[in-house]
């Protein structure tokens, strides 16, 4: 994997998500709520219950987005260190390869040079 998308996945910014839910939400409910001539009390109760209720679903899907970004960087790392791995195993077994096949001709030739 690309290091850049690593750290994007890494530096994802979630602090954002509840205030964005809290304040979108309960601004509907206040507009609507004012424009269909609710008592000032009322307006009141209603706007602050949907800002708590808005508020706990809003630190539920910021905790939910977080956890699903760690699980992709984790896996993002696990392939990693897996494509580094079978790097490394490729580049021993070419070594290995090269190694084997050079002994092998020198033993032969130093046959052949005895016989």
């Not at 509840?18 to 939400?25: D, E, F, G, H, K």
């Not at 206040?30 to 602050?48: C, Q, S």
């Amino acid at each position: 994997m690309n290091t850049d998308n690593e750290d994007e996945l890494k530096k994802f910014n979630t602090k954002l998500i509840t205030p964005l839910i809290v304040l979108s939400s309960t601004a509907v409910i206040a507009v609507f709520t004012y424009f269909k001539h609710y008592p000032v009390g009322d307006w009141f109760v209603i706007v602050f219950t949907t800002v708590v209720i808005f508020l706990v679903i809003g630190l539920l899907t910021e905790k939910m987005i977080t956890r699903f970004i760690e699980i992709n960087y984790e896996k993002a790392m696990a392939e990693k260190a897996e494509a580094e791995r079978l790097e490394e195993e490729s580049r021993a077994a070419m070594e290995a390869e090269a190694n084997g096949g050079n002994g092998e001709e020198t033993d032969s030739l130093e046959i052949k040079d005895i016989l």
